[in-house]
């Protein structure tokens, strides 16, 4: 689902330039974005089953800056978030599947993410300690049974949410929201800002976004049909 998937990929046709088609309030607009956009922080989701849980992270992340999100399948339940959740936020996102989790570990190991998952157990570290200014890929696991013993035995951390009330336990898609607002605020905080991408990912993002951006883009790009 690369770019939000099937149908959202650009178009071939670069006869015309699609920011032609979009007003200057849009194009600023579109700038800003992608200026506050990140990829060295991301979410990995291990075997969710819940449409609405899906479509809820992926809204969390795209609201916060967040542009790539990972999913391990689950067999028994096809990643198909929640439409009316989502509200067409997967276009404007990068989300990669994998079969398997050792296949998205080595994806995110080998762009240099150090790894942690969501979950309760000796040694795991507060949310609240963790740092945020180098590559990070956050875990959240299946909603009944977590994250997996695969996941637990080749992250190279864990961490939970600290709990103030009887509740020691919330939704996945609300863990998912306090974790990247906490992250981006850390980023704010510390660093001065969330947007990371270099010049390059910036000029190719843009110019996927002006695309999106177009509504009637499936008469003006006739070189592919979505």
Known sequence: ???????????????????????????????????????????VL????DSFNMAAVLRTCE????????????????????????????KWLDVKQYNSFAECRDHLKGRGFSLYASAIREGAKSLYSLRFDSKIAIIFGN????????????????????MRGFSQSINISAAASACIS???????EHLGKVGDLTPEEAQEL?????????????????????
């Open 206 to 226: 843009r110019e996927r976004f002006y695309v999106l951006a177009v509504k009637q883009r499936k008469r003006i790009f006739k070189g592919k049909q979505p």
């Open 63 to 90: 609201a916060m800056g967040v542009q790539e999100v990972h999913v391990v399948i689950n067999p028994e339940a096809p990643f198909l978030p929640n439409s009316r959740v989502a509200q067409g936020c997967d």
């Open 182 to 188: 906490r992250a981006v605020a850390w980023r704010e």
């Open 143 to 162: 909603e009944r049974f977590g994250v997996s013993e695969e996941v637990l035995a080749n992250v190279d951390g864990t961490f939970w949410i600290p």
């Open 1 to 43: 689902m690369s770019g939000g998937g099937p149908r959202y990929e650009p178009f071939e046709n670069k006869s015309v330039e699609p920011e032609s088609f979009l007003l200057e309030v849009r194009k600023e607009k579109i700038d800003r974005v992608v200026e506050q956009r990140t990829r060295t922080f991301t979410v």
């Open 46 to 49: 291990d075997r969710l089953e």
